[in-house]
C-alpha cells in the first residue's frame, strides 16, 4: 500500500513526536477494543442482565461505538502528523468528550440494570 501523499509533504518531525503519536493512536485502539469486548460480554455473558432486546441493543452500541472510535483514531493520528509535518498547532479533537459523556451514560444505564437486576 503506498503512503499517503501528505507523507511525502513538509518536513519529518522528531521521531520521538511520532512514536508519542503512535502511542497516543494505539491507546485509543485499546479503548476501541476494550468497548468491543464489553458488547461481546453483555451479549454473551449476561443472559440476565436485561431482557434479550435491550442487551442486544446495549451491545449493539458498544459495537458502533468501537468502530466509530477506531475509525477516529486513525484520523486523529493522521491529523497530528501532518500538523507536526508542517509546523502548525496540534488539532483539537472534540472525541475525547464525547467518549467521556458516552461512558458515563452507559455507566449509569449499567448501575441502573446491575440494580434492578439485584432486586
Known sequence: MPEPAWRQQDEEPDY???LANERTFLAWIR???AL???A???DQLTPKLAPAPVRAALAVVLALGGAGLGAAAYR???RVEQAMRAGRPLPHTRVLLVLTVCVAVAAVV???LIVGYSR
Open 76 to 78: 486523529r493520528w493522521a
Open 31 to 33: 479503548t476501541a477494543l
Open 16 to 18: 520521538r513526536f511520532s
Open 40 to 42: 461481546i460480554a453483555i
Open 110 to 112: 449499567f448501575c441502573a
Open 36 to 38: 468491543l469486548a464489553g
